[in-house]
RNA sequence: GCGGUCGUGGCGGAAUCGGCAGACGCGCUACUUUGAGGUGGUAGUGGGACAUCCCGUGGGGGUUCAAGUCCCCCCGACCGCACCA
């Protein structure tokens, strides 16, 4: 018989369709199990191959999960608002809403081809107004607890096109699309306070269990610091306040540097001597990113503000103060006290402009370079610091601030909050109206949800104000506080907000009153297994779980962190090692593998095509290892004999290989799992036959992976229920130890030979069985034993002289 | 620049705690089957004048009876960086 991977595929994925094999029943008081895979952007390019690898992983894990007897919730759904579309839309003059749905059809219709088992009747859409009802639900409770406010923040603007730009569409400085000159702008924009959530966000990563990369990325990306704030009076009667990590070197300030966006430069306009020359070099700053000012290998640039001084409040003594690109406005006061001698990138600006260089921290060679160690030091020309560690200086210092009056510890993130507006139509509307006489008002949440006006352009106007702003129908409203006149706000959402709280909907996807009901909630949260791709890190996950929290803080949910457990899968490079892409033309599509191939073995292959975590080139050679595979295991239906219990040869393998494939799904080591099922396969063909237990086993190990071969299989076997719906196979461990071992003998480290023992022979028998085998003896022929070495099962190690 | 990850045959990759490097698969070679095609099977496959020896996990040092694995230095590659998602 023909393995007909087609027919059969078809034939099962119409099975659990129609039967809704895999709906995560209502029971609450089954075990549960929440498996959650991120839910993709619904791009015009259809299914990537990159997509599957991750959906097919928590597959095997929900399938397994169900065989196991839990009440598994396993869904998918569309983060569907954003930019690509929205710029389809104006570009084809088709509507974002229409454009989604074709985008949305054909995900479905590939993820589907994939037999995965995803509950469809929770499939969730975020664009769609009875979901982002709740999404600009969430926003109000934010703003009700002032976790939202409005602030003046710089855009990336294009003096050509007149639109705001994404930081991805301007491209070395200029815009993506007309080439145009790109500047920093000024917006006010809604901002999500993330940053009083920073600690909580730190601290609460020891209650969960993600993969320690993960928890790094985030600690790194919240970049907690503790030092100090110091005020420095200036020459202009005033007070400047630095933030600084090292207030142990505060005697060994020459200089102060403020960022070019610093509002004292306005403040001190009338006593600044080179104002044309600060301009200019604002106006050069302002083109630049973050990224390209903090770059450390770039030449140091900068301005001095001449005609105001600081004064070091420890010595009194007069510095210059400069504005230069590396202060960023947006980390810790915007100003900083610069100590070259121990901070690299002063250093490099003091050598530039001649400023001075004084050591007060002894260690280093400071002529040569900044000294940064704050470990081995010992301080110096620093009065009453000298003498002291670095760590005893800091606590020092820091208790003479305060008591001076002049400054006092603080606790810095590097996190900053979220810039939550966008100046686009494809978003979720802010439920927000402005009044002249109320200020910014909620909108009444019985007017949920606000919806997308219908229009004819969703190009943003000439000001740069969002397409939502030329609608005047939508614009303008009454106050809901006072009745009188008002305009709404136009800013949407950014894509994030409706991917924030998403496996909430999961939950209880139909709910008109809640965003889902409390008992749903509680019983599937947290999700238990949350598996996404690296990039997703320091945004989507740590704005998924500040909104959590903020909502277990409301009392919505009533678990602290959202996922219990989160892991990360490698990319899929094109089969030349490079990121697939449509301009390098690597691009594999899913759907001509599954038409050749079919979906076992594409499944199969994606599975087995490295480490899991690890990115790996695609190769569509190496997917026909992975069908001769399937189709071996499909003939064994020719050779099967009866017999319900393992022959005697096989039993040790079998009790192995299903330890080894239980425990490896669990540590998402797929590669190894296929590699040992491979094995068995190959101990069984070497017998010529296969019994029924045998077999029926075999390809229960094999369903999570191979869903439809399996299922077929167990139908032809003459089973009337849903392999699906079975139980997993169980292993004894005492059956997975043979009674005897092969033990490798070295003499001094180097291999010489192997020996067979019992397995639990004590040291001296096995080492005696090694000495008496005939090649061993006459290595160690004359030589004198210094030192025996014995690893039960593992190892001989004689040492001679 | 900051942060993260990685470097093993011709290729993808294995190698719980430091214990036989190269599992499993691709490719390749020889034979074989079917007859023809890109099918199936058997055997071989890290390198070296390749029968028991020597060398081999990016490079150099170190610790150890024993290092792909631990430590130090160097080289190289990849990913993210807040308005792409």
């Given amino acids: 018989m023909k393995y007909d991977f087609s027919e059969i595929e078809k034939k099962w994925q119409q099975i659990w369709d129609e039967q809704k094999a ?41 399938r397994k999960r169900r065989l196991e007897g839990y009440n598994v919730l396993y869904p998918m759904g569309w983060d569907a608002f954003g930019l690509p579309t929205e710029n389809y ?19 479905k219709q590939q993820l589907k081809s994939l037999g995965l088992s995803f509950d469809w009747d929770r499939e969730i859409n975020t664009t769609d107004p009875e979901y ?25 603007w294009c003096t050509s096109c007149k639109v705001v730009l994404a930081n991805e569409e301007v491209v070395n400085g200029v815009c993506e699309r007309c080439g145009g000159e790109v500047v920093h702008k000024v917006k006010s924009q809604w901002m999500l306070k993330i940053t009083e959530y920073a600690q909580r966000l730190i601290d609460d990563l020891n209650d969960v269990n993600y993969i320690e990369r993960v928890k790094t990325s985030q600690k790194n990306w919240i970049g907690r610091s503790t030092g100090a704030e110091v005020d420095f009076d200036t020459t202009a009667g005033d007070k400047l306040t630095i933030y600084t990590t090292r207030p142990d070197t505060l005697f060994g300030a020459t200089y102060m540097v403020i960022s070019p966006e610093h509002p004292y430069i306005e403040k001190w306009a009338d006593k600044l001597e080179n104002p044309e020359e600060i301009k200019a070099y604002q106006a050069e700053a302002a083109k630049k990113s973050d990224f390209e000012r903090t770059e450390l290998a770039k030449e140091k640039t900068g301005v001095e503000l001449k005609g105001v001084c600081g004064i070091n409040p420890v010595n009194g003594k007069e510095i210059p103060i400069f504005i230069s690109d590396y202060v960023l406005v947006s980390y810790g006061t915007g100003a900083i006290m610069a100590v070259p001698g121990h901070d690299t990138r002063d250093y490099e600006f003091a050598k530039k402009f001649g ?23 010992v301080m110096v020309n620093s009065g009453m610091l000298d003498g002291m560690t670095v760590e005893e200086a800091k606590k020092a210092i820091v208790s003479w601030l305060e008591k001076e009056g002049k400054g006092h510890p603080k606790v810095n993130f590097k996190l900053r909050d979220w810039v939550f507006s966008r100046q686009r139509y494809w978003g979720e509307p802010i439920p927000i109206v402005y009044c002249e006489k109320c200020g910014y008002v909620p909108l009444p949440e019985s007017e949920l949800p606000l919806r997308l006006p219908e229009v ?22 009454t106050c809901p506080h006072c009745g009188g006149p008002a305009k709404r706000e136009t800013d949407t959402m950014p894509q994030w907000a409706g991917s924030s709280w998403y496996f909430m909907r999961y939950c209880d996807p139909h709910n008109q009153n809640e965003l889902a009901s409390k008992e749903a909630l509680d019983y599937w949260l947290p999700v238990d297994w949350y598996n996404g791709g ?3 890190t320091t945004l989507h996950l740590l704005y998924s779980r500040f909104w959590h929290k903020f909502l277990y803080d409301i009392g919505v949910v009533s678990c602290k962190e959202p996922y219990a457990k989160r892991t990360s899968h490698g990319m899929i490079l094109g089969e030349n090692g490079e990121k697939m892409s449509k301009s390098r033309g690597n691009v594999v599509n899913p759907d001509d593998i599954i038409r050749e191939y079919g979906a076992d073995t594409m499944r199969l292959y994606e599975m087995f095509i490295g480490d899991f975590e690890k990115s790996a080139p695609w190769s569509t050679s190496s997917i026909k290892g992975c069908k001769r595979f399937l189709e071996k295991v499909w003939g064994l239906q020719d050779c099967l004999t009866e ?11 079998f009790h192995r290989t299903i330890k080894k494939v239980s425990e490896d799904i669990e540590s998402m080591k797929f590669n190894t799992a296929i590699a040992a099922m491979m094995a068995l396969l190959n101990d069984i063909t070497d017998t010529g036959t296969i019994n029924r237990r045998e077999y029926t086993d075999f390809i229960t190990l094999l369903n999570p992976f191979a869903p439809h071969i399996t299922e077929e299989i167990y139908h032809q076997l003459g089973n009337s229920g849903l392999l699906a719906k079975a139980a997993w196979v169980r292993y004894d461990p005492a059956k997975c130890v043979e009674d005897t071992v092969e033990v490798a003998v070295q003499v001094n480290g180097k291999l010489r030979g192997k020996i067979n023992l019992a397995t639990g022979v004590s040291k001296e028998a096995a080492i005696a069985v090694a000495k008496a085998d005939a090649k061993i003896a006459g290595v160690l022929n004359g030589k004198i034993i210094v030192k025996e070495i014995y690893v039960p ?8 002289k």
């Avoid at 004819?456 to 409203?477: K, M, W």
């Avoid at 219990?645 to 393998?653: F, M, S, W």
């Fill in 643 to 653: 017999g319900d219990a393992y022959r005697p040869e096989l039993e040790t393998v």
């Fill in 89 to 107: 839309a104006i570009k084809n003059k088709i509507h974002p809403e229409i454009v989604t749905r074709q985008n949305v059809a054909r995900f």
């Fill in 132 to 156: 982002y009802k709740w999404t600009q639900w969430i926003f109000l409770q934010l703003f009700k607890k002032g976790l939202a406010y409005k602030k003046e923040m710089s855009v990336n």
């Fill in 355 to 377: 400023l001075p260089i004084v050591e007060v921290v002894q260690g280093g060679d400071i002529t040569k370079e900044a000294f940064t160690d704050c470990e081995t030091g």
């Fill in 456 to 477: 004819d352009s969703y190009e943003p106007t000439e000001d740069g104000e969002s397409p939502l702003a030329a609608i005047d129908s939508f614009v303008n409203t």
């Fill in 534 to 536: 690296m990039e997703h």
């Fill in 22 to 62: 895999f709906a995560a029943e209502n029971d609450f008081t089954k075990p549960k199990y929440y498996a959650l895979v991120e839910f993709p952007y619904p791009s015009g390019q259809g299914l990537h191959v990159g997509h599957p690898r991750s959906y097919t992983a928590l597959d095997i894990v929900a």
């Fill in 793 to 800: 099962g593992k190892i001989i190690n004689i040492v001679v």
